[in-house]
């Protein structure tokens, strides 16, 4: 998975976004919606995506960078029922998984971890959190098609 393919990527899709609160549960589902959208000389590619958390809409962007000439990829992430009023920085190699952290109110610092998919008919996007000791547990898992 490139830059090059989430660029091409561009426009609106929909789909199922799967909300998990911890490793037993089956997750509640709603319905997402994404969109992709090129910025800044396609330097840079944001999503922009919604999706429904006890009959609330939720929101997030996702600001993705890529360097080339550093192999590397930095996520700026934000939405309106994880982060609060923060935005996490998340860095990674040059394909979309990027991981960063997070305080928890009661002890060391975790991890959250994000990958973004995409091919011309399926676009993905999965969330982990990782605890202090490293364990990986699926949070969020968006499919989409597009619109």
Not at 13 to 37: C, K, M, Q
Not at 109 to 129: C, K, Q, Y
């Amino acid at each position: 998975m490139t830059m090059s393919d989430l660029i091409a990527c561009a426009g609106s899709w929909t789909g199922t976004y799967l909300l998990r609160l911890n490793p037993d549960d089956p997750g509640v589902t709603s319905e997402t919606t994404v969109h992709v959208a090129p910025v800044l000389k396609e330097r840079f590619v944001r999503l922009d995506q919604t999706w429904v958390w006890e009959g609330q809409q939720q929101e997030g962007t996702i600001l993705v960078a890529h360097d080339p000439q550093a192999s590397t990829v930095e996520m700026h992430w934000a939405d309106t029922w994880h982060n609060g009023h923060a935005i996490m920085v998340l860095r990674g190699g040059p394909d979309l998984d990027a991981t960063g952290s997070y305080p928890a109110p009661s002890g060391p610092d975790w991890g959250w971890r994000i990958r973004i998919g995409a091919t011309p008919d399926r676009l993905s996007i999965e969330m982990w959190n990782i605890t202090p000791d490293g364990l990986q547990v699926p949070a969020v898992d968006a499919d989409l098609s597009p619109s």
